[in-house]
């Protein structure tokens, strides 16, 4: 909920049955509606909540210049009118019904830099909640005429009922017949519970308190006084903020203050509830702060753990000496992550502590915590360790290690190592017997077994595994004995890329990069073909299971070593689609490429598929595959040499003729060739260029 939306529901001038549209105001019938906590009760007596804005004839709200109050009190069921409300109508009477405190307020809350400028704000800004916080203040409602107080109530007798009707005087004079009807009894308390501290912060500079009620039993309450401990010894007085009473999800109404204070001080609150128009309920327990960050305390300087013939010796420097520091907690464990348990708990001057409980060839661990007067902190002040080493003899190596394939992981399992002072095992792989092995695991300890899934595993390796055991004192065993295993994963190759083509008579020639420049554990390729394009196959399953679900049919039998392929097995005129995968040395498969689609016997002529060149003693020669176009009658060679942006025409063979030498060269120079397929009427573009020194 945003804040102009809260303050809505909070300002209950209850907007259901205030906020009402002109033509319901203006309706001929009568219409009275009773509206609940319209009228409160306050020492001062009654308050009447009349609009939510400021009523003036020169800015009607929905009709109303101005509120009229009637009044009933106990049994009577006739209505006097007692008063009329509505804005001030000059600066002066404004200022005569707003407080100094209200002044300075809208001063500051609507930037402006005199009264006769907040005025003018004013006039142009009637609504409540064009104010924010200021619009719960009674000297508010006062200044803008939005509730009336009935001051003659106070004389009336406790327990008494006392009615209201507000009615409206509009804009065209008429008086609304629709009148809203509330009440409220002479001494009626507001339902308000005792806060209770439910939490506290505490920081060098700033602390701040929470206390909590349930809303049962609290539905009035609206705002918190803050009372403050002046000095150490001094009265509580009240501060000038106001706390809200949030409303959570727990069902408890929420009250919290933060304030900056001095550092190493106590301070003392509580809090008072309080209702809308300021009547007060039972006060809180008191909240005790002191201004210290205890997550952030001394640390003990120079800790030292020194094994010694009659125990290990622990020092340190003495800490600072401050009242709320009360002592130095030590605490041991065998394990340095967890199982602490205390020692014993010194004053703040000791510096020293000698444990004589202790079993030999054992490391042990020990944290120490600076005591506060606050819950305990568990982070430890302090760390050290020590031992009685054993230095003589390491572990025996684990026998019995097997390696097992588990899902994509490698299951490890050994025998145990009954050693006293055995610390952990460490589990260390390679990729060779003979090369070094790194540790593969964190310490093992309290069982014999090892599951390494790590993502760098690879179902193209074979991985040597060994186990070591240390002891307490860091000695290490040897090596196990090792055992070889390759994980079962599967690593696709790269599908192939890249894939062009031509139709010729009776045949579609493909060709393809080379994928072994992507993974040299490519060994060939398959070719898969349909007269249907490709349509959605699963994106992880090998191309022949992609295939036989997009009905592509395999059309090689054996596997292809080359980059290029052609498809004799073709209809003139029908349109033929491909997809290549590549096979690796592990009999993997990748996915299916890319599809590429072509007809037979198409009209264009396309250049020759395969052109290399050389030098020779006559000159550089040229050879290149034979077409089978339909169509083609020969072939033109290009040729263009350094500085050349355009190729140029140096010769033509007939369509048998696959051969051409360039005898007009000069010797050294580069040049770069290329052929294409000509035709009656028709030519190709260009093979790829091949470039070639001259001798």
């Given at each position: 909920?945003?804040?102009?939306?809260?303050?809505?529901?909070?300002?209950?001038?209850?907007?259901?049955?205030?906020?009402?549209?002109?033509?319901?105001?203006?309706?001929?019938?009568?219409?009275?509606?009773?509206?609940?906590?319209?009228?409160?009760?306050?020492?001062?007596?009654?308050?009447?909540?009349?609009?939510?804005?400021?009523?003036?004839?020169?800015?009607?709200?929905?009709?109303?210049?101005?509120?009229?109050?009637?009044?009933?009190?106990?049994?009577?069921?006739?209505?006097?009118?007692?008063?009329?409300?509505?804005?001030?109508?000059?600066?002066?009477?404004?200022?005569?019904?707003?407080?100094?405190?209200?002044?300075?307020?809208?001063?500051?809350?609507?930037?402006?830099?005199?009264?006769?400028?907040?005025?003018?704000?004013?006039?142009?800004?009637?609504?409540?909640?064009?104010?924010?916080?200021?619009?719960?203040?009674?000297?508010?409602?006062?200044?803008?005429?939005?509730?009336?107080?009935?001051?003659?109530?106070?004389?009336?007798?406790?327990?008494?009922?006392?009615?209201?009707?507000?009615?409206?005087?509009?804009?065209?004079?008429?008086?609304?017949?629709?009148?809203?009807?509330?009440?409220?009894?002479?001494?009626?308390?507001?339902?308000?519970?005792?806060?209770?501290?439910?939490?506290?912060?505490?920081?060098?500079?700033?602390?701040?308190?929470?206390?909590?009620?349930?809303?049962?039993?609290?539905?009035?309450?609206?705002?918190?006084?803050?009372?403050?401990?002046?000095?150490?010894?001094?009265?509580?007085?009240?501060?000038?903020?106001?706390?809200?009473?949030?409303?959570?999800?727990?069902?408890?109404?929420?009250?919290?203050?933060?304030?900056?204070?001095?550092?190493?001080?106590?301070?003392?609150?509580?809090?008072?509830?309080?209702?809308?128009?300021?009547?007060?309920?039972?006060?809180?327990?008191?909240?005790?702060?002191?201004?210290?960050?205890?997550?952030?305390?001394?640390?003990?300087?120079?800790?030292?753990?020194?094994?010694?013939?009659?125990?290990?010796?622990?020092?340190?420097?003495?800490?600072?000496?401050?009242?709320?520091?009360?002592?130095?907690?030590?605490?041991?464990?065998?394990?340095?992550?967890?199982?602490?348990?205390?020692?014993?708990?010194?004053?703040?001057?000791?510096?020293?502590?000698?444990?004589?409980?202790?079993?030999?060839?054992?490391?042990?661990?020990?944290?120490?915590?600076?005591?506060?007067?606050?819950?305990?902190?568990?982070?430890?002040?302090?760390?050290?360790?020590?031992?009685?080493?054993?230095?003589?003899?390491?572990?025996?190596?684990?026998?019995?290690?097997?390696?097992?394939?588990?899902?994509?992981?490698?299951?490890?399992?050994?025998?145990s190592v009954e050693e006293p002072d055995l610390f952990a095992y460490y589990v260390y792989r390679g990729t060779s017997r003979y090369d070094s092995l790194v540790v593969a695991s964190p310490a093992i300890k309290d069982t014999t077994t090892f599951f390494d899934d790590n993502e760098i595993l690879s179902g193209r390796t074979n991985y040597v595994?060994?186990?070591?055991?240390?002891?307490?004192?860091?000695?290490?065993?040897?090596?196990?004995?090792?055992?070889?295993?390759?994980?079962?994963?599967?690593?696709?190759?790269?599908?192939?890329?890249?894939?062009?083509?031509?139709?010729?008579?009776?045949?579609?020639?493909?060709?393809?990069?080379?994928?072994?420049?992507?993974?040299?554990?490519?060994?060939?390729?398959?070719?898969?073909?349909?007269?249907?394009?490709?349509?959605?196959?699963?994106?992880?399953?090998?191309?022949?299971?992609?295939?036989?679900?997009?009905?592509?049919?395999?059309?090689?039998?054996?596997?292809?070593?080359?980059?290029?392929?052609?498809?004799?097995?073709?209809?003139?005129?029908?349109?033929?689609?491909?997809?290549?995968?590549?096979?690796?040395?592990?009999?993997?498969?990748?996915?299916?490429?890319?599809?590429?689609?072509?007809?037979?016997?198409?009209?264009?002529?396309?250049?020759?598929?395969?052109?290399?060149?050389?030098?020779?003693?006559?000159?550089?020669?040229?050879?290149?595959?034979?077409?089978?176009?339909?169509?083609?009658?020969?072939?033109?060679?290009?040729?263009?040499?350094?500085?050349?942006?355009?190729?140029?025409?140096?010769?033509?063979?007939?369509?048998?003729?696959?051969?051409?030498?360039?005898?007009?060269?000069?010797?050294?120079?580069?040049?770069?060739?290329?052929?294409?397929?000509?035709?009656?009427?028709?030519?190709?573009?260009?093979?790829?260029?091949?470039?070639?020194?001259?001798?």
């Amino acid at each position: 909920m945003n804040q102009k939306n809260r303050f809505r529901l909070l300002l209950i001038f209850f907007l259901a049955g205030i906020i009402i549209s002109p033509a319901l105001l203006r309706a001929q019938q009568t219409n009275v509606q009773y509206v609940e906590d319209m009228v409160n009760w306050t020492e001062n007596g009654m308050v009447v909540f009349v609009s939510d804005a400021a009523l003036s004839p020169d800015m009607p709200q929905t009709g109303r210049v101005q509120g009229i109050i009637y009044r009933s009190v106990g049994d009577s069921t006739s209505y006097e009118e007692i008063g009329r409300l509505g804005r001030a109508e000059s600066l002066e009477e404004f200022k005569e019904r707003a407080s100094d405190d209200l002044m300075a307020a809208l001063l500051e809350s609507t930037d402006a830099e005199t009264e006769e400028e907040v005025w003018e704000f004013v006039k142009e800004h009637p609504k409540s909640d064009d104010y924010g916080f200021l619009a719960f203040d009674s000297d508010f409602w006062k200044a803008f005429g939005t509730a009336y107080f009935d001051t003659e109530s106070i004389e009336f007798p406790e327990g008494e009922t006392v009615y209201y009707q507000i009615r409206y005087l509009m804009d065209d004079g008429s008086v609304s017949d629709y009148r809203m009807v509330s009440s409220d009894v002479v001494g009626h308390q507001p339902r308000l519970l005792r806060p209770q501290v439910i939490d506290r912060m505490e920081r060098d500079s700033l602390v701040s308190g929470t206390w909590s009620s349930p809303i049962e039993g609290s539905e009035d309450a609206f705002f918190g006084y803050i009372y403050k401990q002046m000095g150490d010894d001094g009265e509580f007085e009240r501060l000038p903020e106001r706390l809200m009473a949030r409303r959570n999800e727990d069902s408890l109404l929420v009250y919290q203050w933060e304030e900056a204070v001095e550092p190493e001080r106590a301070y003392r609150y509580f809090i008072e509830p309080v209702d809308l128009v300021g009547n007060t309920g039972p006060r809180s327990d008191t909240l005790t702060v002191i201004s210290v960050d205890f997550e952030k305390l001394p640390l003990l300087g120079n800790v030292t753990a020194i094994d010694t013939t009659a125990g290990i010796h622990l020092s340190w420097e003495k800490i600072p000496q401050k009242p709320y520091l009360t002592g130095i907690e030590i605490r041991r464990s065998r394990d340095a992550r967890k199982e602490f348990i205390t020692l014993d708990t010194l004053s703040t001057q000791a510096t020293e502590y000698l444990d004589t409980q202790l079993i030999p060839n054992k490391s042990y661990y020990y944290e120490f915590r600076i005591v506060t007067m606050r819950p305990k902190n568990e982070l430890p002040s302090a760390v050290a360790s020590a031992s009685f080493k054993n230095e003589m003899m390491a572990p025996a190596p684990p026998s019995g290690l097997t390696a097992v394939r588990e899902g994509e992981g490698i299951r490890l399992d050994w025998d145990s190592v009954e050693e006293p002072d055995l610390f952990a095992y460490y589990v260390y792989r390679g990729t060779s017997r003979y090369d070094s092995l790194v540790v593969a695991s964190p310490a093992i300890k309290d069982t014999t077994t090892f599951f390494d899934d790590n993502e760098i595993l690879s179902g193209r390796t074979n991985y040597v595994y060994a186990v070591k055991a240390v002891n307490l004192s860091e000695m290490e065993s040897d090596l196990s004995e090792m055992v070889v295993i390759r994980p079962d994963r599967v690593v696709r190759p790269p599908a192939p890329t890249g894939i062009e083509g031509y139709a010729e008579q009776q045949r579609i020639r493909l060709v393809w990069r080379d994928q072994t420049s992507r993974d040299n554990a490519v060994e060939g390729y398959n070719i898969y073909r349909s007269r249907s394009p490709l349509e959605m196959t699963p994106d992880s399953a090998a191309a022949a299971d992609q295939a036989e679900q997009a009905g592509f049919e395999k059309i090689n039998e054996e596997l292809i070593t080359t980059t290029a392929f052609d498809d004799t097995s073709i209809e003139s005129g029908q349109t033929y689609y491909y997809a290549l995968s590549s096979m690796d040395a592990f009999g993997v498969e990748s996915l299916m490429s890319n599809p590429a689609g072509f007809t037979g016997s198409t009209l264009s002529l396309r250049p020759p598929s395969q052109v290399s060149v050389r030098p020779v003693s006559e000159g550089i020669e040229l050879r290149w595959n034979q077409t089978l176009q339909d169509g083609a009658t020969g072939y033109r060679i290009f040729r263009r040499s350094r500085g050349q942006s355009e190729s140029t025409a140096i010769g033509l063979n007939d369509l048998e003729e696959t051969r051409f030498l360039d005898q007009d060269i000069s010797s050294g120079e580069l040049y770069w060739y290329s052929v294409a397929v000509v035709g009656e009427e028709r030519e190709s573009f260009t093979s790829r260029e091949e470039s070639v020194r001259a001798d």
